[in-house]
């Protein structure tokens, strides 16, 4: 993926296969995984996490990545905190469930 770029040019990106994605460095792109996990917290409680991990294929698309990332990181982690936020009221409205938060960054 190349995220610094607002629009791509009629090429589309490599696809990669999962069984390859950590083997791919095509130079110019970064690599991005993300997940949400859910873990027991207790009786009838639950952690709700995310993660998101990038690396670069090559150092200038490092650089350009965390030219990219200087700007749109804050508003990729309040994406991220208005999510898990969803996910806790969703979750207080449910039978049997109750909910711990963490501090932002925690």
Do not use: C, H
Request: avoid cysteine; aromatic fraction near 10%; hydrophobic fraction near 40%.
């Amino acid at each position: 993926m190349q995220p610094w770029n607002a629009v791509t040019d009629d090429k589309p990106a490599p696809k990669v296969e999962p069984d390859r994605f950590t083997a791919f460095d095509i130079p110019g792109y970064v690599k991005v995984a993300f997940n949400i996990r859910v873990e027991p917290y207790g009786s009838g409680r639950a952690l709700i996490t995310t993660e998101t991990r990038t690396a670069a294929t090559d150092p200038m698309s490092l650089r350009r990545f965390a030219r990219y990332w200087l700007f749109i990181g804050p508003f990729s982690a309040l994406i991220r905190r208005l999510m898990l936020r969803i996910a806790k009221s969703d979750a207080e409205r449910r039978p049997g469930l109750t909910s711990t938060t963490r501090p932002p960054d925690a």
